[in-house]
């Protein structure tokens, strides 16, 4: 009965993430559209970067690090940050189609459905960032005689879990406000931007600010990085990273379960689950 | 003894909303106000056949399909699907149950095939082409529709394709909400003829709430008529039609709706158009 169940669970996991699979197919132009957004961003960053040395920031001050230090946050972002909308808007989707009530309805676990949705934005992620990273690598000098990809890698892998917890408990919010929940969504990822160290340390950022990044998965997630791409550290110095990171994801997960039911059993008292809201 | 296909006990519903008062400042908050959707609702359905609802709008049908679907749950009151509590039993509940609505839900950007696939993963069926196609032609589709985006097909088109999907995933209870509403009398036909088939084949419990009186005087074998989240009259249509058909000779379902109502469902259903 149990392996039926599962067996059942599976199926349905991958018919969520194969059903995303169909809908970009069939949006593709939008996806090139995107595609050359990430790419245009990233590219923009590394001149960015480029153009410090004619700003008078020469001296001690390492120019090709600086690029590399702003190039891992640019991609990583556009990386993390697909996960994170992608997952996030797993109900704002289903509400501009019209399909929230049917896909609420299937004999499936709200964990399957979400997983599926973030297993098919991990996939794609990843393959869009690599098309940017190759074409970055391609246009800018990018020093990565001190990478160690195995590091980088594993901080990688780490850093989707609490993300995926993260995103759950956004996609809450289309179901709490049907009409506001989408907009939200965005404040959200806005925010994980600012305080997350993407584009610069947060030592910089006044003391609250701060405070909002150490509890932000995307800070320990790119530090990581940092350290691997910039320093060489390896898959044994990256242990304790990836163990916050894992222990972030033990929390945010099962939390954004917890709620997402919370409001989804809200919704159903409240009558919001219709198309119209 | 057999467990009943649907048995509701004293459930009520009522959705919460708030108006503004024409005129009021922005900042004031709207007192809340209650409306009341079903009034302790008793019904059971046995297992086999098709049950008939016909009401105006307002009338508590679709409220009645969304608890049954786990959609809703009630304010008050038990409502079990086979023996499965719609609110603690979900997931056993809805492993049993789907439902057409008068709104096509599908990817519009996406194939019926597409569509197809999706829901037969989602019901741990396999989508086989043979199968899908075997389906969609039964309910008089073109084979070469199957993979054309959803938003190219007509209304009557995508209708049919939402009533194939239900019949792939195999439900013992099907909910079906007004899933003929807007179909040309051709489709509407091929509808029903498959609906008859399906129930022919293998035992399934239909709930169908529908505006057509013909249609549900054709398929159902009993009928409740509901206003006001009430049931006002339930049997099957030939003893509705004694009980309260009045004095006209030879009453139809319509007749008896209006002398139980004093409303004609044609008019509902024109007031609907309207707005």
């Given at each position: 009965m149990n392996v039926g169940i599962s067996h059942l669970e599976a199926g349905a996991l991958l018919g969520f993430a194969e059903r995303q699979m169909y809908v970009y197919k069939r949006y593709w132009v939008w996806e090139v559209v995107w595609l050359f957004y990430s790419i245009v961003?990233?590219?923009?960053?590394?001149?960015?970067?480029?153009?410090?040395g004619t700003l008078g920031a020469g001296g001690g001050f390492d120019l090709r690090r600086a690029q590399l230090y702003l190039l891992v946050g640019a991609l990583l972002w556009g990386y993390l940050s697909l996960v994170f909308m992608e997952a996030a808007y797993a109900i704002a989707w289903e509400r501009w189609e019209g399909t929230i009530e049917y896909t609420f309805m299937a004999p499936v676990r709200r964990m399957t459905h979400l997983m599926g949705i973030c297993l098919f934005a991990i996939v794609?992620?990843?393959?869009?960032?690599?098309?940017?990273l190759v074409v970055a690598i391609a246009i800018f000098d990018v020093d990565f005689s001190h990478a160690n990809f195995g590091g980088t890698l594993i901080v990688l892998a780490a850093s989707t879990v609490p993300l995926i917890g993260l995103a759950i408990l956004t996609s809450v919010l289309p179901l709490l406000?049907?009409?506001?929940?989408?907009?939200?969504?965005?404040?959200?990822q806005g925010f994980l931007l600012l305080v997350s160290g993407v584009y610069y340390p947060l030592s910089v950022l006044p003391a609250p600010l701060q405070l909002a990044g150490t509890i932000s998965p995307l800070t320990y997630a790119l530090a990581g990085m940092r350290r691997s791409l910039l320093e060489g550290a390896g898959m044994g110095d990256q242990l304790p990273t990836v163990g916050i990171l894992l222990g972030m994801g033990a929390v945010l997960i099962p939390l954004g379960i917890l709620v997402f039911s919370w409001a989804e059993r809200r919704a159903k008292r409240l009558g919001l689950l219709k198309r119209s809201g | 003894m057999n467990v009943p296909a649907i048995d509701i006990q004293g459930v009520r519903k009522a959705f919460r909303r708030r108006e503004r008062a024409a005129g009021a400042p922005f900042w004031k908050r709207a007192a809340p106000k209650d409306k009341v959707a079903l009034h302790e609702l008793d019904l059971q359905v046995e297992a086999g056949g098709i049950t008939g609802i016909l009401g105006p709008n307002g009338s508590g049908k679709s409220t009645l399909i969304r608890i049954l679907g786990t959609l809703l749950t009630p304010?008050?009151?038990?409502a079990r699907v086979f023996g499965w509590d719609v609110v603690t039993d979900a997931l056993q509940v809805r492993r049993h149950v789907n439902r057409v609505s008068v709104e096509a839900a599908f990817f519009k950007e996406l194939s019926p095939w597409e569509n197809m696939v999706y829901?037969?993963?989602l019901y741990g069926y396999a989508g086989v082409r043979s199968r899908v196609v075997e389906i969609l032609e039964g309910l008089g589709l073109p084979g070469d529709v199957?993979?054309?985006?959803?938003?190219?097909?007509?209304?009557?088109?995508?209708?049919?394709?939402?009533?194939?999907?239900?019949?792939?995933?195999?439900?013992?209870?099907l909910l079906m909400d007004e899933p003929t509403t807007g179909l040309d009398p051709r489709s509407k036909k091929d509808v029903q003829s498959a609906l008859e088939k399906l129930r022919a084949e293998r035992e399934i419990t239909v709930l169908l709430c529908t505006h057509d009186m013909d249609e549900?005087?054709?398929?159902?074998?009993?009928?409740?008529?509901?206003?006001?989240?009430?049931?006002?009259?339930?049997?099957?249509?030939?003893e509705l039609c004694r009980r309260h058909g009045g004095a006209n000779s030879g009453p139809t379902l319509e007749d008896v709706f209006m002398h139980l109502t004093g409303k004609t469902l044609e008019a509902e259903e024109l007031e609907e158009v309207a707005t």
């Open positions: 961003s990233v590219l923009s960053i590394g001149f960015l970067a480029s153009g410090l794609y992620g990843l393959a869009r960032t690599f098309i940017v406000s049907p009409q506001k929940g989408e907009q939200m969504s965005f404040a959200v | 304010d008050s009151g038990t829901a037969a993963r199957i993979d054309q985006p959803m938003k190219q097909l007509s209304r009557g088109q995508q209708q049919k394709v939402a009533i194939a999907r239900s019949f792939l995933t195999a439900p013992s209870l549900a005087a054709a398929l159902c074998e009993r009928v409740l008529m509901m206003d006001g989240g009430r049931v006002l009259a339930d049997g099957s249509p030939d």
